[in-house]
């Protein structure tokens, strides 16, 4: 949809530093990783976020600006949808184990890329150069509105973008052609639909980041003793394994868990949702006034 000059103010939250275990969202991580004792004073830094939101309370996070573990920051391969449901007055994210609708780009081979998964993140982010790739415009799935990010590195302007689908699977399941092209192994995807996103703006930095919207929905487990590597454009990329599956899986004997506390001022969704604009009764996945959002995750 055109863009408007129409500005809000996302109550969202970006962490910059994730760490090497998976998370179930409903309050517990999990790894295969035996996890020591770490004492305050062996962390980087603690530091606070906190985003301004027009009309509604102040939101803060407290992550942890630390190494992770094992020297991996676990990652993924994604691609996006044009999926959206333009009669869900409830604006949540709809879970899926495939895709569906159209891939974007639109009439291509569809895009494929990687991003950091990083439960401190409340909204999923596309880089600017991959947003380009996907080319949200070309789908009919471009937003109206901007969302300001605060982190410790300061404020940057984002941009939203209509309701679509997000599916990303481990690097297990991913190989490169001709050293450029991403692809997926055949039903390797889950993720979930009618989800807004943020995209960065032109000159933007900021990364490709798969947040706490899918950790809503699916336990996460990152296998810290399974590393993996991707060779794309030059560049080698390590995760270590991650796997999406079914809330409140059983783990399997060696794994460690933390619990989570989730927190939110307004209470917390059951799943991820965006504030609609109402611009359109006819579809109010069209021009959503924030992206789709998850509530904070708080080590206990």
């Known amino acids: 949809m055109e863009r408007l000059s129409r500005r809000t103010y996302a109550a969202v939250v970006l962490a910059a530093g994730a760490i090497g275990w998976g998370s179930t969202a409903r309050g517990e991580l999990s790894s295969d990783l035996k996890i020591p004792v770490i004492q305050l004073d062996e962390l980087s ?12 309370p102040t939101f803060t996070s407290l992550p942890l600006n630390s190494p992770p573990i094992n020297g991996f920051a676990p990652q993924v391969v994604f691609g996006i949808t ?7 007055f ?3 994210s709809h879970k899926a184990s495939s895709e569906g ?4 780009p639109v009439g291509q081979s569809q895009y494929f890329t990687t991003a950091v998964f990083d439960t401190g993140s409340q909204s999923h982010l596309i880089s ?12 009919n799935r471009t937003g109206d509105s901007t969302a300001d990010i605060a982190g410790a590195s300061g404020t940057e302007t ?11 699977t481990g690097f297990n399941n991913a190989s490169v052609a001709g050293g450029t092209t991403l692809s997926v192994n055949p039903g390797s995807l889950v993720g979930q639909w009618n989800t807004s996103v ?17 950790a809503a929905q699916y336990q996460t487990v990152i296998s810290n003793t399974k590393p993996l590597h991707l060779s794309v454009n030059n560049q080698t990329l390590r995760s270590p394994q991650v796997n999406f599956q079914t809330l409140s899986t059983a783990l399997p004997s060696g794994y460690s868990k933390l619990s989570l506390s989730v ?30 959002f998850f509530a904070s995750l708080f080590a206990k």
Do not use: R
């Not at 609708?101 to 974007?104: F, N, Q």
């Not at 984002?158 to 990303?168: N, P």
């Open 90 to 92: 409830n604006f949540a």
């Open 263 to 292: 927190q939110s001022v307004n209470g917390v969704t059951h799943d991820p949702v965006f504030f609609p604009s109402l611009e359109d009764f006819e579809n109010v996945a069209d021009n959503p006034s924030t992206p789709s």
């Open 101 to 104: 609708g159209h891939t974007l």
């Open 45 to 56: 830094s603690i530091h606070e976020i906190k985003l301004l939101s027009a009309g509604a």
């Open 128 to 139: 600017f150069n991959d947003a380009q790739h996907f080319d949200f415009d070309d789908a």
């Open 198 to 214: 943020l995209t960065a703006e032109s000159g933007s930095s900021l990364p490709n980041l798969i947040g706490a919207p899918m």
């Open 158 to 168: 984002t941009d939203v973008t209509d309701a679509v689908g997000v599916y990303a």
């Open 82 to 88: 044009d999926e959206q449901a333009p009669n869900d």
